[in-house]
């Protein structure tokens, strides 16, 4: 069974540092892109980050670049998100996501973890 | 950024009723179309992906339709468990972004 399970979370002053982590089981973790997606309380979903399946490559959505870094141990099967200089506009859950892995630039998510809140609030 | 609109951004309907979601890209997505459920307080879950291939395990009554710009997320025999969200995702271009969401009630 493919599992991820997101931790990290909680509650942080802006201009603060967290770090998130989501831990993979039950397939190849090593072969598959990863992403961040979140979403704010009562909103949509915004997609925050990817990585290669390598750690090669990172991209990011324009509102977090310079603030937050995605990265991978793979032989940890583990994703992470260090994000600093939080806004209050950073408030959401976010999840950590599996592509599917079809041929091709495109990005599905197959599999999501449960999710981490992350309040930035003084 | 690929802007993507939803409609309607709020329906109610009956089991058994033919539901419909359109969605609408800013530009061509070419068929880098996704379609997402998802119930409160828990993740979305992937139905359709490329616009018209249904994910494994996700019921039949699901379908999906369009290319290009217009986008068409079919429930051809509302059940009740299919209350809550409905999201689409295009990956055409970097970043991904959705639209904003669908809330489907059931009457």
């Known amino acids: 069974e493919v599992l991820l399970v997101e931790s990290g979370g909680g509650l942080v002053h802006p201009g603060g540092s967290l770090r998130l982590s989501c831990t993979a089981s039950g397939f190849s973790f090593s072969n598959y892109w990863m992403s961040w997606v979140r979403q704010a309380p009562g909103k949509g979903l915004e997609w925050v980050a990817n990585?290669?399946?390598?750690?090669?490559?990172?991209k990011y959505v324009d509102s977090v670049k310079g603030r937050f870094i995605i990265s991978r141990d793979n032989s940890k099967n583990s994703l992470y998100l260090q994000m600093s200089s939080l806004r209050a506009e950073d408030t959401a859950v976010y999840y950590c996501?599996?592509?599917?892995?079809?041929?091709?630039?495109?990005?599905?998510?197959?599999?999501w973890g449960q999710g981490t809140l992350v309040t930035v609030s003084s | 950024d690929i802007q993507m609109t939803q409609s309607p951004s709020s329906l109610s309907a009956s089991v058994g009723d033919r539901v419909t979601i359109t969605c609408r890209a800013s530009?061509?997505?070419?068929?880098?179309l996704n379609w997402y459920h998802q119930k409160p307080g828990k993740a979305p879950k992937l139905l359709i992906y490329s616009a018209s291939s249904l994910q494994s395990g996700v019921p039949s009554r699901f379908s999906g339709s369009g290319s290009g710009t217009d986008f068409t997320l079919t429930i051809s025999s509302l059940q009740p468990e299919d209350f809550g969200s409905y999201y689409c995702?295009?990956?055409?271009?970097?970043?991904?972004?959705f639209g904003q969401g669908t809330t489907l009630e059931i009457k």
């Open positions: 995702q295009q990956s055409y271009s970097n970043p991904d972004t």
């Open positions: 990585i290669k399946r390598d750690g090669s490559v990172e």
């Open positions: 996501a599996r592509d599917l892995g079809l041929p091709g630039d495109g990005t599905e998510f197959d599999y």
């Open positions: 530009q061509s997505i070419s068929s880098y």
